[in-house]
């Protein structure tokens, strides 16, 4: 059995309706309606366990998701297309999706800005002057605007982890020790 087989139909789904998504909001030039609409999505979706559940769960019937997800929507004031997208993906049992919906509309958005998208994850949250020179710093490198996801991880103890495509740089506390530890276990 191909175990990539689930995560790559995953990603197909999701990647066309994002798709749909970016077409509808460039065509009705809507594109920062729609980023303010990722971004609210990918917090929620990283803060609420109730919203993980009822994306997930199948023991929310088809309609029970869907006037739930149009609920949670409007709560969060998404735009009309991004609630119709929400209440159609609900109804077609493809809510499941809407992490990697949200990914692909970040990574569309990004190019058709000309930015890159780097995540940030620190031990503790980033002041706004840190996250701006962190942007420009970075924005040398790629050569592009940089726009920075930031989330926290504690266990980082300090330093950072950033994230710029298929680059990753690690200057975590947490790494440094987990190196140094492994080269005791070499040195014995």
Do not use: H, W
């Not at 077409?23 to 009705?28: K, N, V």
């Amino acid at each position: 059995m191909d175990v990539s087989e689930p995560a790559s139909i995953s990603t197909g789904i999701a990647a066309r309706y994002a798709t749909a998504v970016f077409e509808i909001a460039r065509d009705g030039a809507a594109l920062d309606a729609l980023e303010s609409d990722v971004d609210m999505l990918d917090a929620a979706l990283k803060e609420s366990e109730d919203l993980r559940t009822l994306i997930t769960s199948p023991l929310y019937s088809r309609e029970e998701q869907g006037r739930a997800i149009v609920a949670v929507a409007g709560k969060m004031g998404l735009s009309t297309t991004m609630s119709n997208v929400l209440g159609l993906m609900a109804s077609k049992r493809r809510l499941f999706v809407l992490p990697q919906m949200v990914r692909a509309l970040r990574d569309r958005i990004a190019v058709e800005k000309g930015e890159v998208t780097a995540e940030v994850t620190s031990a503790k949250a980033l002041t706004k002057a840190q996250s701006e020179k962190l942007a420009k710093t970075l924005a040398k490198q790629a050569g592009k605007d940089v726009k920075i996801i930031s989330t926290v991880d504690e266990s980082l103890i300090g330093g950072l982890v950033v994230k710029v495509g298929s680059k990753m740089i690690d200057t975590s506390i947490a790494a440094k020790l987990t190196a140094l530890q492994n080269s005791m276990k070499e040195a014995r």
